[in-house]
Structures are given as structure tokens and as C-alpha cells.
């Protein structure tokens, strides 16, 4: 397994050791003493969550005030761009974006802290989108950010208009969006 940093270190690539023969391949998808060394934290994992989504879905920008997940997102079919927002005050990155291309062919997680807005573009005809939070899902507590607020500037490689839910549709703007302290 290699740990990469993004432009927000604390944000980090996951490139899982990938063993190929004959018969296909082999990975280690998750090891918590070994991401937890990476970390340098302990992690509790208490839910996983699977996304099903067709071409142009965009999903996000998603979080939660007062029960924050941290995220450990993998696509096991197809192909997004994910994107994670630095939502915590006091850091020198606050309202900064980090994107990658998650997919089923290159292996890469992304580890999103508690502290993030989360969303997802998906450039493939489908894709299953897999992720491990830090805390359950409390409806009361998400929030949402608009995914095209300007002050963000997000570069999503849309070729076209996005799919969104009427929620994602009816985000707020960055400025108005509850933030971590």
C-alpha cells in the first residue's frame, strides 16, 4: 500500500498493493493497523455505504454538522471524480477543493477527515461507489453546498449538464454553509 498527500494533506490517496496473475487479481482493500499508521490516528469505522449511479450523476456536496464523517471512498465499478472541501476554519487550506479520478481499473481510495463536504461525478455508464464513514448518517445533521458555487471553482470534467437530486439541486452557497471550527 502507498499513501500519497493531495493538495490538502490531510487528505490522502490510497493506492492499494494490486497483484495480478492468470486468474485476475488480488488486493487488500483495507487494513485498519496499516491505515491507521498511516494516519498517525486511530479510525473507527462504523458504516458502509454503497452509491449506484449512472453517467452524469453528480452526488454532493455533502456533510454533517455536529456528527462529521470521515471517509474512505472506492469505486469497485466504472469510473468518478471525487472531490473533497476543506469546510474546517482554522485550516490554511479552508475552502480549498482536492479532486481525483476514483475507478474500478486504478485501485485508488481517497480518505476524506471529518471536517470535508464530499461529492462525486461519475464519468463511466455506471458506477458502484463504495465508502466506509467514521459516524452514521444522521439526516438531521447533513448539509449541502451547491457542487458549481462559483467561489469554489471546483474543475469538474463535465462534457455535459449534470444529473443532480432536487437536494443536491437546492444546496446552499459556500459562504452561507455551516462550517467546522
Known sequence: MKV???????????????FHDKRGYFLESYNQLR??????????FVQDNHSHS????LR???YQIGKPQGKLVRVTKGEVFDVAVDLRESSTTF??????????????????PEG????????????????KSTD???PECERTI????????????????????????????????????
Open 60 to 62: 454532493g456536496l455533502h
Open 136 to 138: 452514521f448518517w444522521f
Open 4 to 18: 500519497i498527500d493531495t493538495i490538502i494533506p490531510e487528505v490522502k490517496i490510497i493506492q492499494p498493493s494490486v
Open 95 to 112: 475552502g480549498q477543493w482536492t479532486g481525483r479520478i476514483l475507478s474500478s481499473e486504478n485501485h485508488e481510495q481517497l480518505w476524506i
Open 146 to 181: 451547491l457542487w458549481d458555487d462559483g467561489n469554489l471553482n471546483i474543475q469538474w470534467p463535465l462534457t455535459m449538464q449534470p444529473i443532480v437530486s432536487d437536494k443536491d439541486a437546492k444546496g446552499i452557497d459556500f459562504s452561507r454553509a455551516e462550517k467546522f471550527r
Open 116 to 131: 470535508f463536504a464530499h461529492g462525486f461525478y461519475v464519468l463511466s455508464a455506471t458506477a458502484d461507489l463504495h465508502y
Open 35 to 44: 491505515f491507521e499508521e498511516y494516519l498517525g490516528r486511530q479510525i473507527n
Open 54 to 57: 449512472v453517467h452524469r450523476v
